[in-house]
């Protein structure tokens, strides 16, 4: 365990970490540069926002995005996904009009998502996956 990654809080000592991937509506391509250098923006945001934090994220083939996700115990993981897609769904649809014209029915996201706990000994290795995942 490397005590460097633990958190500290008033009742816990903790260090909760998730991979989470999720794809937008019908897999389009409709995370262009633009629209993914905002969403990178709004999701930090969240995270700041909802007590959560978000230490590497890509979005990759510009139909869905790996996000590194930590936080305390009291917060579900399930939380930081819905809390993520969302509002970050709701900011592009407002900011990207054009969304809409590619995305019929108001959803940006797809229902599901994919999440896996990390422990601290693969903590490195997925930040490094995610890293690796840019576009090329």
Not at 61 to 79: L, N, Q, R, T, V
Request: net charge positive.
């Amino acid at each position: 365990m490397n005590k460097d990654n633990l958190k500290h809080c008033r009742t816990c000592v903790y260090n909760c970490n998730y991979h989470i991937v999720f794809s937008t509506k019908y897999r389009k391509k409709v995370l262009t540069r633009e629209v993914e250098e905002y969403l990178k923006d709004v999701i930090m945001e969240i995270a700041k926002e909802k007590g959560f934090e978000v230490s590497a994220m890509e979005v990759v083939e510009e139909d869905h995005i790996h996000i590194f996700a930590s936080g305390h115990p009291k917060i579900s993981p399930c939380y930081m996904v819905k809390m993520i897609k969302g509002i970050s769904g709701r900011k592009l649809f407002m900011k990207f009009p054009g969304l809409k014209n590619k995305l019929w029915g108001g959803h940006l996201w797809n229902p599901s998502y994919y999440i896996e706990t990390i422990g601290s000994i693969s903590e490195e290795v997925i930040k490094r996956y995610i890293e690796k995942q840019v576009r090329k």
